[in-house]
Structure formats: C-alpha cells, structure tokens
C-alpha cells in the first residue's frame, strides 16, 4: 500500500519567506509526527497529532513554526519568517497509535528545505 | 548533554567483519529501544527493536543494559549493503510515543 507521502521533496527559499510543508500520512494512522534533521545531526522531534486529541507542540523550536492537522489525515508545518538556521530536512512519520503502544513509526521522504 | 549518545564514526570496516555499535541513554524513563537504518538522503527505516533479554535477526543482535542505560549493536559477516548510518533511538510513553534519536553512527563497509 501507499506509504507516507511528503510535499514539495525540495524547497529553496529566501531568508524571511514563509512555507508551508506538506505530509500525507498512511491512511488508518492516527498518531502523526514531524522531525528536523539537520545535515549531520540525529532527528529531533517537533510535534506530533494523536487523533482529535491537543497536539503535543513541546519540540517546535520558535514561535514561528506551527503545524495542522485535520482529524486523520494531512498535516501541514508552516515556518513563517524563515532563516537560515531553518535549512533542514523535514521528516513526516505516521504510526496506527501513539503513546502507550508499540506501533512501528512510518517515515516519509522528508521535505529538504534550504533556506538563501 | 543530548538524551541519547552514539559514537558518529565513520566505522570502515572490510567485507566480512564484525562490528558493534554502542549507545548509552541518559534518561531512566525510557521504555523502549530501537535500532533505525538510514541510507544516504533517505528516510530511516526500523532495522530492528531491542529487547531486555537481547535479540537476534539474522546477522544482527541487538542488546539492552537497562541498569548501565546502555544498547548495543552487533552485525556480523557484514555486507557492502549495509553501509548506511545506523540511529539508536529511545521512546518513552508518557511522552506521547515520540522518537529520541542519536545522531547516528556511519557503517562503511568495503570490499
């Protein structure tokens, strides 16, 4: 079956722009996550959706990046005033539960975004 | 200190050897471990969990120290196919589910 899906695979953007990242998790998958890998480094959780319940937003670096999800389906990560230290790869993963279970997370392509 | 330390290598090691990586967690909270591949510029993929008692897949063990918060990974007879990074990686379920990796420890395997 289909996998996670992520859009765009590359963005290039300019210091200060805003963008808007997308993930189609595995369809039936109600817990979804965003990670940033930034080039060398290990993934470093951002936020993660478990069905209608409040997201956990405990790993978003700033006030300028905020995530969507609507009921269970696609999430979007939207950075606003975007700078350099931005510039990352950003994973997607879904998994059929979250917390208390032990569900294989899924991961996405990721979204390589280069911030100019 | 970052919640999970791995040795970033590189690791060259020839066709056929044996090599183990090891990872030591700081926090007692953790409840499950894990081994995850990632391949250059793609997304990691669960290689295999690790349980207490130690487990085995194929050329691949995995081992848990709970009391010295340590994992380790053993891959023996190793293969060109497996130059990739390797992620150790820690969950805690009161935390949501959410995945605490390493770094990464890089495998390069010759010929």
């Known amino acids: 079956g289909a996998g996670v899906s992520q859009s765009p695979s590359n963005k290039v953007t300019e210091k200060g722009k805003d963008v808007e990242l997308r993930c189609d998790p595995i369809?039936?998958?109600?817990?979804l996550y965003w990670y940033r890998q930034r080039l060398g480094q290990g993934l470093e959780f951002l936020i993660y959706f478990q069905g209608n319940s409040a997201p956990d937003k405990s790993g978003l670096p700033s006030d300028r990046f905020s995530a969507e999800r609507t009921g269970e389906s696609v999430s979007t990560l939207t950075i606003q005033r975007t700078q350099q230290e931005d510039s990352a790869v950003y994973l997607c993963?879904?998994?059929?539960?979250?917390?208390?279970?032990?569900?294989?997370?899924?991961f996405g392509p990721g979204t390589r975004l280069t911030v100019t | 200190r970052k919640e999970v330390e791995q040795d970033p290598g590189p690791f060259n090691v020839p066709e056929g050897a044996t090599v183990a990586f090891n990872c030591t967690y700081s926090n007692s909270a953790s409840q499950s471990f894990f081994w995850y591949r990632q391949d250059c510029r793609k997304e990691p993929k669960l290689l295999m969990s690790?349980?207490?008692s130690g487990n085995e897949d194929g050329r691949f063990t995995a081992q848990l120290n709970r009391a010295s918060q340590y994992i380790s990974l053993l891959i023996r007879d190793s293969k060109l196919s497996d130059s990739a990074t390797y992620l150790c990686v820690v969950k805690r379920y009161n935390q949501g589910g959410k995945l605490i990796f390493g770094q990464g420890t890089e495998l390069s395997v010759k010929p």
């Open positions: 369809s039936g998958h109600t817990a």
């Open positions: 993963a879904s998994s059929l539960a979250g917390a208390g279970l032990s569900y294989e997370q899924y």
């Open positions: 690790v349980y207490s």
